[in-house]
């Protein structure tokens, strides 16, 4: 069965640079969300979007912004990275009508 | 508070028995409540869901659910070394509201061969 895809799988910047990541649901799904997750911690909310518009927001920084394009792909971007924000960034999608979320492999994001 | 508790373990059971995971959640009007399997660097796996009072049951797992108590609970029998992961706990809010996952710190589980 096909899965939530997310590029790149890792990721190295440095301090103040910007980057930007990739989200691919699962075909059908309707609903985007991105969460992050520090090193031994829990995955925290970022940001959600259903049908292409933004739905939710969670403790993003105003750094980031986010959107969903037409075809239902979402991309996360980051500016004036600093070292907190090395984490686990995943990308997970529900379907239309239904709470269960999925979530893709993560982009690693390490900020030297 | 932390919206979403679980004991942190570790907990550690021989191959073959029962393995209890424990959660409580703060908000009453909470909908949705989900587990999560998560390997070390790796993403989390959506392993049982339920939105109902009592039993769920799915091969090994049995996800149990006392809105009156505020708990949550997965039991896993018959447990394997693969199942060695933290699981995380993650419940939606209320009817209407947003549809994020809270999670909980996490379970760590080590089963012993």
């Known amino acids: 069965a096909a899965g939530v895809i997310q590029s790149p799988r890792h990721l190295i910047k440095e301090k103040r640079e910007t980057a930007t990541l990739k989200c691919y649901p699962i075909p059908r799904h309707d609903t985007v969300y991105w969460y992050q997750q520090g090193p031994g911690q829990d995955p925290q909310f970022l940001i959600s979007?259903?049908?292409?518009?933004?739905?939710d927001k969670g403790s993003i920084p105003d750094r980031f912004s986010a959107q969903q394009f037409s075809d239902y792909h979402s991309e996360l971007n980051m500016s004036s990275l600093e070292l907190g924000d090395s984490a686990l960034y995943f990308c997970?999608?529900?379907?239309?009508?239904?709470?269960?979320?999925?979530f893709g492999p993560g982009t690693r994001l390490t900020v030297l | 508070q932390k919206e979403v508790e679980q004991n942190s373990g570790p907990l550690s059971v021989p191959e073959g028995a029962i393995a209890s995971l424990n959660c409580t959640y703060s908000?009453?009007?909470?909908?949705?409540f989900f587990w999560y399997r998560q390997y070390s660097g790796k993403s989390p796996e959506l392993i049982m869901f339920?939105?109902?009072?009592g039993d769920k049951e799915d091969g090994r797992f049995t996800a149990q659910l006392n809105k009156a108590s505020q708990y949550v609970s997965l039991l896993i029998r018959d447990s394997q070394p693969s199942d060695s992961a933290t699981y995380l706990c993650?419940?939606?809010?209320?009817?209407?509201?947003?549809?994020?996952?809270?999670f909980g710190s996490g379970t760590q589980l080590t089963v012993l061969p």
């Open positions: 339920i939105y109902s009072n």
């Open positions: 979007f259903y049908e292409k518009m933004q739905s």
């Open positions: 908000d009453r009007g909470s909908q949705s």
């Open positions: 993650a419940v939606i809010g209320p009817s209407g509201s947003a549809r994020q996952l809270t």
């Open positions: 997970a999608s529900s379907p239309r009508g239904n709470n269960e979320q999925f």
